[in-house]
């Protein structure tokens, strides 16, 4: 953390400006996609209203590698980082990029205001969140070296996590294998 606190006070020691996703990277809907359009064994994925399954796979992608997706519909607010090119379908905003951020820093700026994005959903019909609120978010864009730097911390921390969760899982079964077991007495009978 002392590298990110060296390029703060070196390249942005009066503050950070905050600008509107309009303003930096713009936003952009998805196309709807029918169920058979959709193919198997198609090469791209196609998002839908959830940021953790896949609608399907197309054989066209709309949305290029290193993008974030806010869903708008079913998942509403759910934000995801895509690192290969897909087919966001009108079911989620997916968001342009630009040399002014780093994609992976605008993920990390969205992801922890998806109950925000949640709590602004239009109610009547179907639920949705409108375009608008996610073009006036304003997020913190600090130079290009303080992005790197914020999402190389970000990424190691992502990836302990992981690590974490997977250890917790072997755990978890280890013991279930072990309680099991010793639980597992063979019943007198009586005679």
């Not at 519909?73 to 989620?92: A, E, M, N």
């Not at 730097?149 to 997977?166: H, P, W």
Request: aromatic share 12%.
């Amino acid at each position: 953390m002392s590298r990110l606190k060296e390029l703060i006070q070196e390249l942005c020691p009066d503050g950070v400006v905050y600008k509107t996703i309009q303003e930096t990277v713009g936003v952009n809907r998805g196309r709807r996609l029918i169920k058979s359009q959709l193919s198997e064994d198609g090469e791209y994925e196609v998002y839908h209203g959830s940021k953790d399954s896949i609608l399907g796979k197309y054989n066209q992608y709309n949305a290029p590698a290193n993008t974030t997706i806010v869903v708008n519909t079913g998942g509403i607010g759910g934000v995801k980082f895509l690192d290969k090119p897909f087919w966001c379908s009108d079911g989620s905003f997916w968001l342009g990029q630009s040399d002014e951020i780093h994609s992976k820093y605008l993920y990390y700026c969205l992801s922890g205001y998806e109950d925000y994005f949640y709590s602004q959903k239009r109610v009547g019909g179907v639920p949705t969140i409108d375009r608008s609120v996610i073009e006036k978010f304003e997020i913190p864009v600090p130079p290009i070296k303080v992005q790197e730097e914020i999402v190389r911390i970000l990424d190691y921390f992502t990836g302990l996590e992981s690590e974490l969760q997977a250890e917790l899982q072997a755990r978890k079964e280890q013991y279930e294998y072990y309680r099991n077991k010793l639980l597992s007495f063979q019943k007198i009978k009586e005679a």
